[in-house]
Nanobody
Framework: QVQLVESGGGLVQAGGSLRLSCAYS????????MGWFRQAPGKEREFVTS????????QYADSVKGRFTISREHTQNTVYLQMDNLKPEDTAVYYC????????????????WGQGTQVTVSS
């Protein structure tokens, strides 16, 4: 059974940084695509970034390109999201997700989800 546990959220001022972690476990999950999504109050869940099993294939939403970096460490079974130059509009609950094969960057393409971690950016 796949399990995902996020950590690292919190309150930060605009321009600051946070690093989120997602510890994953389960059979063969090291071969899965891993993604980060976020959901702000009153809005739909949206794609932020993803990484393939190798760690070299990454995708980013336009809104976070150049500011966020996804990485995965197989020896620790963890995916990281380094968030720099944070903006108030980055405020949301951030979710880690996993899928065996990815068809697109929509939430429905991912079958496994963590419980989410709150990120709040003050102006």
């Amino acid at each position: 059974q796949v399990q995902l546990v996020e950590s690292g959220g919190g309150l930060v001022q605009a321009g600051g940084s946070l690093r989120l972690s997602c510890a994953y476990s389960g059979r063969a999950i090291s071969t899965y695509y891993m993604g980060w999504f976020r959901q702000a109050p009153g809005k739909e869940r949206e794609f932020v970034t993803s990484v393939d099993w190798s760690g070299r294939g990454t995708q980013y939403a336009d809104s976070v390109k150049g500011r966020f970096t996804i990485s995965r460490e197989h020896t620790q079974n963890t995916v990281y999201l380094q968030m720099d130059n944070l903006k108030p509009e980055d405020t949301a609950v951030y979710y880690c997700a996993a899928t065996q094969r990815v068809s697109d960057n929509s939430p429905r393409a991912y079958g496994y989800w963590g419980q989410g971690t709150q990120v709040t950016v003050s102006s």
